[in-house]
């Protein structure tokens, strides 16, 4: 049931990120999957269906962290539980997300642009170094606290980093397909929630 929960949290968090425009795609993935910009990762300390209290991390793929086991806690907003078919139904812990959401933009923006390009380009060296070690293991240096700096670019023709990139292509889309999984199984469990 927790299991199921964590999901249904997730979704509801990535659906706040996305739509407030101020991110790009957001999604839910198992665990395993890593060499994205951003993961936001969170436990369920506390939940009773009035009461809900959340640990959220937040960590980019430099290793720079966003939030560190930051706690949010919030009782449902009980105007969400009504019956008028014209109002759109709003899950009763939203105002959570959106604090999570509003904190996560803050730290995003005490970062230079500069900053943000290389979370990205460090994304994509990692994910290279994972699938062929070799060829990239020069590109970027890891300290002994598990941040990780760009030493070098590869060159825009270089044939091995555009194979490289197309199987990540490849891998985001298999992301897409799962988190639309884990969507129509929010879907699916969510009446309960807004009952």
């Not at 999901?7 to 990120?17: E, I, K, P, S, V």
């Not at 795609?25 to 665990?31: G, H, L, T, W």
């Not at 070690?133 to 270089?158: H, I, N, S």
Request: no cysteine; hydrophobic share 40%.
């Amino acid at each position: 049931l927790r299991r199921a929960e964590s999901r249904y949290l997730a979704m509801n968090l990535r659906n706040t990120l996305e739509s407030s425009g101020q991110w790009g795609a957001v999604r839910v993935i198992p665990d395993m999957a890593q060499f994205v910009d951003v993961i936001v990762s969170g436990r369920i300390l506390e939940s009773n269906g009035k009461y809900l209290k959340l640990e959220i991390s937040a960590e980019d793929a430099s290793g720079r962290k966003w939030l560190e086991r930051q706690h949010y806690e919030d009782t449902a907003d009980t105007s969400s539980y009504h019956d008028a078919p014209a109002v759109k139904p709003r899950d009763p812990f939203q105002n959570l997300y959106v604090h999570i959401a509003d904190d996560l933009l803050a730290a995003r923006q005490k970062l230079p642009p500069a900053e943000l390009t290389a979370v990205r380009r460090v994304a994509a060296l990692r994910f290279a170094a994972d699938l062929a070690p070799d060829p990239f293991k020069g590109y970027l240096a890891e300290d002994g606290k598990g941040q990780y700096q760009l030493t070098r670019l590869p060159a825009k023709d270089d044939p091995l980093y555009s194979r490289v990139d197309a199987i990540r292509q490849r891998d985001f889309a298999l992301i897409d397909t799962v988190n639309d999984y884990y969507a129509a199984f929010s879907d699916a469990i969510g009446d309960s929630y807004r009952a």
